[in-house]
């Protein structure tokens, strides 16, 4: 199965953006990227998910490279409300396989 | 409102107790999943289904037993467990049956300690 990695923590200031990465060299073809984010107590929720195109929603926007062998997660302005866990993680035909998560820290 | 309940939401059971964690959907979705969640591990799927009757092995299968008999129901069994099943469980679906073009939604997680 392919893995996703992604760096343990990050930290950001309060309204400026954020570029959480997500590497997945082993992708296959026709995995499926996803985006969650969990807050402390919660279970994790959606956020974005994308194959090969640039996706956007009201949430974030998601860049995948080219070979699509990494990805990255944009919030446009990071609030205090963002600071949460964000799993990055690939979906084949009927397995989501997460990352460990990366612990954004937004400071006021 | 559309939500995945999970029960209990604690639980503290001795070693070798047969125990049973529920789950249901209200969301008439297809395909259902449960993970459990370890520092430094992530979530790792357990089972999932499909569709009614119809289920398999996520990663980390050993000491888990799941059914579908309903499409709004998804119960987690743990038919003896030990002290390395004490974890975050989270149950999961999603509207399509293959889910991989479609987000989840997951329950809120049922902390299990095995003394």
Same mark, same amino acid.
């Given at each position: 199965?392919?893995?996703?990695?992604?760096?343990?923590?990050?930290?950001?200031?309060?309204?400026?953006?954020?570029?959480?990465?997500?590497?997945?060299?082993?992708?296959?073809?026709?995995?499926?990227?996803?985006?969650?984010?969990?807050?402390?107590?919660?279970?994790?929720?959606?956020?974005?998910?994308?194959?090969?195109?640039?996706?956007?929603?009201?949430?974030?926007?998601?860049?995948?490279?080219?070979?699509?062998?990494?990805?990255?997660?944009?919030?446009?302005?990071?609030?205090?409300?963002?600071?949460?866990?964000?799993?990055?993680?690939?979906?084949?035909?009927?397995?989501?396989?997460?990352?460990?998560?990366?612990?954004?820290?937004?400071?006021? | 409102?559309?939500?995945?309940?999970?029960?209990?939401?604690?639980?503290?059971?001795?070693? #070798?107790? @047969?125990?049973?964690?529920?789950?249901?959907? !209200?969301?008439?979705?297809?395909?259902? =999943?449960?993970?459990?969640?370890?520092?430094?591990?992530?979530?790792?799927?357990?089972?999932?289904?499909?569709?009614?009757?119809?289920?398999?092995?996520?990663?980390?299968?050993? #000491?888990? @037993?799941?059914?579908?008999?309903?499409?709004? !129901?998804?119960?987690?069994?743990?038919? =003896?467990?030990?002290?390395?099943?004490?974890?975050?469980?989270?149950?999961?679906?999603?509207?399509?049956?293959?889910?991989?073009?479609?987000?989840?939604?997951?329950?809120?997680?049922?902390?299990?300690?095995?003394?």
């Amino acid at each position: 199965d392919a893995k996703t990695t992604q760096p343990n923590s990050m930290e950001s200031n309060e309204e400026e953006p954020v570029h959480l990465p997500c590497n997945h060299s082993t992708i296959s073809g026709t995995d499926y990227i996803h985006w969650y984010r969990q807050l402390p107590s919660q279970g994790p929720e959606y956020v974005i998910h994308g194959l090969t195109s640039n996706v956007n929603n009201r949430m974030a926007s998601l860049a995948i490279a080219e070979d699509r062998k990494s990805s990255t997660l944009i919030l446009h302005r990071a609030t205090l409300r963002d600071a949460a866990v964000y799993y990055c993680a690939l979906s084949g035909t009927y397995k989501y396989i997460f990352g460990t998560g990366t612990r954004l820290k937004v400071l006021a | 409102e559309a939500q995945v309940t999970q029960n209990p939401r604690y639980l503290i059971t001795v070693t #070798g107790k @047969k125990l049973t964690v529920t789950c249901s959907q !209200n969301m008439n979705h297809e395909y259902m =999943s449960w993970y459990r969640q370890d520092p430094g591990l992530g979530l790792r799927q357990i089972y999932y289904s499909m569709n009614v009757e119809v289920t398999d092995k996520g990663d980390v299968p050993e #000491g888990y @037993k799941v059914s579908r008999k309903e499409k709004r !129901n998804f119960p987690l069994i743990l038919e =003896s467990p030990s002290p390395n099943q004490t974890s975050l469980y989270f149950c999961a679906s999603s509207s399509n049956r293959v889910p991989a073009n479609y987000g989840y939604t997951f329950g809120s997680g049922t902390r299990l300690t095995v003394v």
